[in-house]
């Protein structure tokens, strides 16, 4: 189970990244990637929620013991 939650959260990490490389972040309203000039609240958001739901994940296990 601690080895699947933090592969979990590497992957959230890893499209964190991906969408900061890319300066573009997928929405499912369109449901196509868009520029973080055409949804810059919806990116910033991405980023935000994306990087501490990932930092929970990977930490949590090793916090439990």
Do not use: H, S
Not at 3 to 16: D, R, S
Not at 31 to 60: C, H, Q, S
């Amino acid at each position: 189970m601690r080895v699947l939650q933090i592969l979990l959260g590497l992957a959230v990490l890893a499209y964190v990244a991906y969408c900061l490389i890319t300066q573009k972040v997928w929405i499912r309203k369109v449901f196509a990637w868009r520029t973080r000039d055409e949804y810059p609240k919806v990116f910033l958001m991405n980023i935000a929620l994306g990087t501490l739901i990932a930092a929970w994940l990977v930490a949590r296990p090793f916090l439990n013991d």
